[in-house]
């Protein structure tokens, strides 16, 4: 019986094993894959000058937004995910949110009702200059997704040609 109970201790230790090497060999595809959706993730568009009179209501703080898209065809978690203005460190974060493959959402500077489509950061101010910004977004590890800038560091006020808040640069 010992070398009975020998030769089965063995087969299942090669089948753990077996077993084991198959696993891992699943799941670091899916992490691969996760990722890479996650790099199909960018600011697609940005408004950052409100048409008409910046006059602080909340309509004209809705009408400043921050699109983002995602190029993938599967579902992203953006749970934890930041998009910051980088000159004054304004930071929304994404809670509760999942982008559809394809799909895209619009972070509105102003007080609103959640939707698939439409966020809102809940403020009483405007975030992004009309001159000159970086919006940032990173993901929930706090690296950088993608950035899109507008303006330039050698602006004049009245000096705003091809930035007309409908765009955006990367840097």
Do not use: K
Request: no cysteine; aromatic share 6%; proline share 1%.
């Amino acid at each position: 019986m010992t070398a009975s109970s020998s030769v089965t201790a063995r087969r299942l230790a090669a089948a753990a094993l077996a077993a084991g090497a198959l696993v891992g060999a699943v799941a670091l595809p899916a992490s691969a894959a996760d990722r890479s959706h996650r790099e199909n993730v960018e600011i697609s568009r940005v408004q950052y000058d409100s048409p008409g009179w910046d006059n602080g209501s909340n309509r004209s703080l809705n009408n400043e937004w921050v699109e983002v898209t995602n190029n993938s065809r599967h579902r992203v978690n953006l749970d934890g995910w930041r998009l910051t203005e980088d000159r004054r460190g304004v930071t929304y974060t994404f809670r509760h949110f999942s982008l559809g493959g394809h799909q895209s959402v619009r972070v509105h500077t102003g007080v609103g009702r959640d939707t698939s489509r439409d966020l809102f950061q809940d403020r009483r101010n405007y975030v992004w200059d009309n001159r000159r910004d970086t919006a940032t977004l990173r993901n929930d590890n706090r690296r950088v997704v993608d950035s899109a800038s507008w303006g330039d560091r050698n602006h004049r006020d009245d000096d705003n040609r091809g930035h007309d808040g409908r765009g955006h640069h990367r840097r």
